[in-house]
C-alpha cells in the first residue's frame, strides 16, 4: 500500500486552514498545519512533507520570506511550495516563482482546482526523486563496475609476481636439493684433509659433482633468483596496500586528506589499466597543504580520469608494437584551490564533443567498453559535493589534460 502524502497547510487564517485540511483529508492526504512562516519552517524541517500550501500575506514573516528559507535550507530546498494569494496580480505572481514557488493559486480558491494543482505537482515531484534515484543508482553501479574491472586487473598484477616467486622457489628448492649432498662430500674432504690423511680421490670426486650438477650456473643465477622474489613480493606487497588504503578511503566522512597519497594509491591500484601503454610522470608539490573532502570519492574521480588517459593513449598507439605514451599527474596549491592536473598525451577529444562529455552516458566508446558515467561521477563529486570546478585542456593527436580544483579551508566552515 502507498504511504499518504503528507501537505503542510500554512495560513494565518484558521478557518481556511481547517476548511483545506478537512477536504484534503477526505481525498487520502495527511496534513499539517502552520499559522505563520517560522512555525512552517520548524514543522518542514520535522517532518518534510511531500508538498507545502504556503499563504502569502501573513504577521511577521510572509510567505514569500518563509519560501526563500525554505529553499535556501538543504533539508527542506526539494519541497514543492504552492502559493495561495489573494494578490494576484502578475506582479505578485512573478515573486513567487521568483523565491521558488512551483505555481501559484488564486483565492478565494476552489477546492477542486486546489486539488488538481497538487495532484500535478505531487506527480513531479514523485517523478524527480525516481529520476534522483535512478541516478544515484547508476553513479553506484559505475562505481562497483570500475572496482569491478580494478580487481581483474588487480588479481593478475598479483598473479604474475606470485607464478615467478613460486617458480624461483622451486628452482631454489631443487638446485638445493643438489647442493646439499655436495656440501656433504666437500664436508667429508675437510676432514680426511684435516686428518691429514690422502685426500686427492675426494677432491676429484668433488670436483666432479661440482661440474655435474654445474656449480657456476647456479652460483650465477640463485642470487639472481632470490631478488627477482624479493622484487615480486615487494610488487604484490605495494598493490596489496594500495588497494586496502583505496577501499579505506571510502569513508563517508568528510576529513582532512593528503591528495598526493591519494594519487599515488589510485595509480598503484590501476596499474594494470596503463602501465602497457603509458610511462607515468609525477610532478607532486611535496608542500600541497591537506584538503578537506570525501577522500573516497576523490580516488574515485581520478582513478576514472587515468583509466580515461589510458583509454586515450591505447586508442593513438600501436600498443602491439610496445608503442608507449605519458600519463602526467602534477598536483599544485593554486591560492584557495589545490590543483590537479591528469594529463595525457592520448588521442585528444574533438572539439565537437568537448562541451558532451561530463554529460551522463555520453561516451565514443563501444558497447560493453564505456558507460559514459566516468566523467558525469566526476563533475558531480568535485563541483556539487565539493564545490570545486573541472576544466578541459585538449588538442585532436596531441593529448589532453584534466584540471580540478578543490577549495581549501572547508573544514572551517563545517565547524562554524
Ligand atoms: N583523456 C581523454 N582523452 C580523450 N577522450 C576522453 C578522455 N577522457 C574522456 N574522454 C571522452 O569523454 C567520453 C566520456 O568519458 P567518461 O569517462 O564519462 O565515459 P567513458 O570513459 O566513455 O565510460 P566509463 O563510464 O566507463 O568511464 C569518453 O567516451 C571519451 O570520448
Ligand atoms: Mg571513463
Known amino acids: 500500500m502507498r504511504t499518504p502524502q503528507t ?73 514543492p511550495v504552492l502559493f495561495l494569494t489573494s494578490h494576484s496580480e502578475p506582479a505578485n505572481i512573478e515573486r513567487a516563482f521568483a523565491v521558488g514557488g512551483c505555481d501559484c493559486i488564486a483565492k478565494p480558491f476552489h477546492m477542486g482546482e486546489v486539488k488538481a494543482r497538487l495532484a500535478v505537482h505531487l506527480g513531479l515531484r514523485e517523478a524527480t526523486d525516481m ?17 569491478g574491472q ?39 674432504l675437510l676432514e680426511t684433509a684435516i686428518a691429514g690423511e690422502d685426500c686427492e680421490g675426494e677432491a676429484k670426486a668433488v670436483k666432479e659433482l661440482f661440474e655435474e650438477i654445474e656449480l657456476d650456473y647456479i652460483l650465477e643465477e640463485f642470487p639472481t633468483a632470490l631478488d627477482q622474489s624479493i622484487e615480486g ?114 588521442a585528444g577529444i574533438p572539439e565537437e564533443i568537448r562541451q558532451r562529455i561530463f554529460d551522463p552516458f555520453f561516451t565514443t566508446k563501444a558497447v560493453g567498453e564505456g558507460t559514459g558515467q566516468g566523467l558525469a561521477l566526476a563533475h558531480k563529486v568535485v563541483v556539487q559535493e565539493h564545490q570545486g570546478t573541472i576544466s578541459v585542456e585538449s588538442e585532436v593527436g596531441v593529448g589532453t589534460t584534466f584540471i580540478i580544483r578543490l577549495p581549501l579551508g572547508r573544514e572551517l566552515e563545517a565547524v562554524s
Open 7 to 79: 501537505i503542510l497547510i500554512v495560513d494565518d487564517n484558521r478557518t481556511n486552514r481547517i476548511l483545506l485540511a478537512r477536504s484534503l483529508a477526505t481525498s487520502g492526504y495527511l496534513t499539517l498545519e502552520a499559522c505563520d512562516g517560522a512555525k512552517a519552517i520548524e514543522l518542514a524541517m520535522e517532518h518534510r512533507p511531500s508538498i507545502i500550501l504556503l499563504d502569502v500575506q501573513m504577521p511577521t514573516m510572509d510567505g514569500f520570506e518563509a519560501c526563500t528559507r525554505l529553499k535556501s535550507i538543504e533539508k527542506t530546498a526539494a519541497i
Open 131 to 147: 529520476l534522483e534515484e535512478t541516478h544515484a543508482q547508476l553513479l553506484l553501479a559505475q562505481k562497483m563496475e570500475s572496482i
Open 150 to 188: 580494478l580487481a581483474a586487473g588487480v588479481a593478475h598484477e598479483i598473479n604474475t609476481p606470485t607464478q615467478f616467486v613460486g617458480d624461483n622457489t622451486r628452482f631454489l628448492r631443487d638446485t638445493f636439493d643438489q647442493l646439499a649432498p655436495a656440501l656433504g662430500q666437500v664436508r667429508k
Open 233 to 346: 613480493l615487494q610488487r604484490v606487497s605495494t598493490i596489496v596496500k594500495a588497494m586496502k588504503e583505496f577501499s579505506h578511503s571510502g569513508s563517508s566522512e568528510m576529513a582532512l586528506a593528503d591528495l598526493n597519497r591519494s594519487l599515488e594509491t589510485t595509480i598503484n591500484v590501476a596499474s594494470h589499466e596503463w602501465k602497457y601503454v603509458a610511462d607515468v610522470e609525477k610532478d607532486f608539490d611535496e608542500d600541497l597543504p591537506d584538503v578537506y573532502c570525501h577522500e573516497g570519492e576523490i580516488a574515485q574521480v581520478l582513478l576514472n580520469m587515468i583509466v580515461n588517459a589510458a583509454h586515450a593513449l591505447r586508442e593513438e598507439l600501436n600498443e602491439e608494437a610496445g608503442e608507449k605514451g605519458v600519463i602526467r599527474l602534477s598536483t599544485c596549491r593554486s591560492g584557495k584551490y589545490v590543483e590537479i592536473r591528469v594529463s595525457d598525451t592520448g
